[in-house]
């Protein structure tokens, strides 16, 4: 008994040493290459202690993590970085350190700073390398001291209007997760390209976006790429959150540098915090922004022209938005948002409804919801423009009816065509009874400014795939055309180790995605068939070339990607 009890001890006093002596973990390595930067982010049980260098020929950044163990697999390939190839370990100059090293395409500044554990769990310690695209660190881009403009037509633009569209979260930072583990961040970049398309479509309006894939971008870039757009609208899109699941339907906030003034807008504020504690990388602005007399020109903008627009664009987005959704607000909600904070250009920001609601989570993820909320913030956005047509752009010129003198060779389609509208709306308009037209005839040109239905604006679907055997990352990434780390990241997945059985949900275009068949069964008809799938049922009818809507049990139907 007493040889056990010595051994015992034994044990206990080496294994405590060894926690001692290796008193962290490196637990993942997760790498999100952005447009700007390839942001790669250190998962540690503790808080990092680290130093690090960089060697050239080849090109290297070396970071030595001090008593440290590895929790996962490394090396790491990355294939999608325009800057970095490999993460990989090497020899350490002592036992108790993990040497990473960060194999460059070329000599680069980066920015390594630790992050803390975030408040509600979804991260712990972090460690986050930055490396920037350029050859030197990217600075934090400063927004431009604000100016009031008394009018709208007063701003003078190159031809096209141009409206940045934000979608919420990204990256590092998922945005509020649903009762079924959905991300916030994946709906909102879904809705935003399909707004982005609708009003690309429209002539005298481009569209930009602040991020097109998954990866975080700081609040104060996000209205950086506004005012360097010169942007005159900005919308950024969210799905809203709450710690019941009971409220549901969509809102629309502006600006108000006061306190917020519902329970609601101060827990949209308390979000937005906690995104910029989840994505780092500092505060929402830059410490010029502290500058008192920047701060009360702010407070001065409370009643000033971006405030009273950004509250007319919200108004017609709640009006529109109401007839394809519900809405959790009918009117205007006053916030303090950091990405509402561009006094310069009007902005808003819209809830596209809640995910912490089962019902509408499901719908969030739709592609038909999607592309509902999408056509009716369009619409909003054009009813705006035509109430308030800035001078100087192609766009007001298009709101004006106008007169055209008809010329030999000319067709009704023809005409219609180079205005962007359509012969039935020329014939109507001109009380024509036929397409027939005489040279010199005079037609009337109605303002052409309108959301196209035409425009396909469905991009991606997320998939779920089951592995089988022989599957492997790389053969899943092939059939579905996504790359390795996609799917890692998407799957949240530190090794290329797989399981069968297991389920990863994979992002990808619709064109790609396989064909889904569904097997009839008692009780079903097209309509519902139609609704489980998120699909129209005139879709199902072309697709299988049904002459009829009756089905038979057990007759297999093909469900369109469209």
């Not at 979804?122 to 403009?149: C, E, F, M, W």
């Not at 007319?312 to 006053?334: C, D, F, Q, Y």
């Not at 596209?352 to 969030?364: A, R």
Request: charged content about 20%; aromatic content about 6%; some cysteine.
């Amino acid at each position: 008994m007493k040889v056990v009890t010595i051994a015992r001890v034994f044990t206990a006093i080496c294994l405590l040493f060894s926690q001692s002596l290796w008193a962290n973990a490196l637990e993942g390595v997760r790498v999100w290459p952005a447009p700007d930067e390839t942001r790669v982010v250190i998962d540690l049980k503790t808080e990092a202690d680290f130093s690090y260098f960089t060697l050239s020929s080849p090109n290297r950044l070396v970071v030595d993590l001090n008593k440290t163990t590895l929790n996962t697999k490394l090396p790491l390939k990355v294939t999608d970085s325009p800057v970095l190839t490999q993460v990989r370990k090497s020899t350490p100059p002592e036992k108790s350190t993990y040497r990473l090293v960060f194999e460059l395409k070329r000599n680069i500044s980066a920015n390594i700073f630790k992050l803390a554990p975030t408040p509600g769990g979804q991260y712990g310690h972090r460690l986050v390398i930055d490396l920037p695209h350029g050859t030197t660190s990217s600075k934090p881009a400063v927004t431009p001291a604000p100016t009031v403009n008394k009018d709208a037509s007063s701003i003078t633009r190159q031809e096209d209007i141009v409206i940045v569209i934000d979608p919420g979260h990204g990256g590092e930072d998922p945005g509020s997760i649903g009762p079924t583990r959905k991300y916030e961040k994946n709906a909102t970049l879904s809705i935003s390209k399909k707004i982005a398309a609708q009003l690309n479509a429209i002539p005298g309006i481009k569209a930009r976006l602040t991020r097109n894939g998954d990866y975080f971008v700081n609040l104060n870039r996000r209205v950086a790429i506004a005012s360097e757009n010169n942007a005159h609208l900005l919308i950024s899109i969210h799905a809203d959150a709450f710690t019941t699941p009971q409220p549901r339907g969509g809102s629309v906030f502006v600006l108000n540098t006061r306190r917020a003034n519902t329970e609601i807008s101060r827990w949209i504020e308390d979000k937005e915090k906690q995104s910029e504690l989840l994505g780092g990388g500092g505060a929402a602005f830059p410490s010029s922004i502290n500058d008192k007399n920047v701060n009360q020109t702010l407070l001065d903008l409370q009643f000033s022209h971006s405030q009273k627009e950004g509250y007319k664009l919200a108004t017609e987005i709640l009006s529109e938005m109401g007839k394809v959704a519900k809405l959790h607000n009918s009117k205007p909600i006053n916030t303090s948002l950091a990405v509402l904070r561009s006094p310069q250009i009007p902005s808003v920001l819209v809830e596209t409804g809640f995910i912490s609601n089962p019902t509408e989570e499901k719908l969030l993820f739709q592609r038909s919801h999607q592309d509902k909320l999408a056509r009716s913030i369009t619409k909003a956005v054009v009813k705006y423009l035509k109430a308030n047509p800035p001078e100087g752009t192609s766009f007001k010129a298009q709101t004006k009816a106008q007169n055209y003198k008809v010329k030999s060779g000319d067709s009704l389609s023809a005409i219609a065509k180079k205005f962007g509208t359509s012969t039935s709306v020329l014939m109507k308009e001109n009380n024509l009874k036929s397409s027939g037209l005489a040279i010199g005839q005079v037609l009337r040109i109605p303002g052409s400014a309108s959301v196209s239905s035409a425009v396909n604006t469905v991009e991606t679907q997320v998939i779920t795939h089951t592995v089988r055997s022989g599957d492997y990352l790389g053969k899943i990434a092939g059939k579905y055309k996504v790359s390795v780390n996609a799917i890692k990241r998407e799957n949240g997945l530190r090794s290329d180790t797989l399981k069968l059985g297991q389920k990863l949900k994979i992002t990808v275009s619709v064109k790609d995605a396989p064909i889904r068949k569904h097997k009839v069964q008692r009780g079903e008809f097209l309509g519902k068939i139609a609704s489980k799938y998120g699909v129209t049922v005139s879709s199902i009818r072309q697709a299988n070339k049904l002459s009829s809507d009756e089905l038979a049990i057990g007759q297999v139907l093909i469900i369109p990607n469209k």
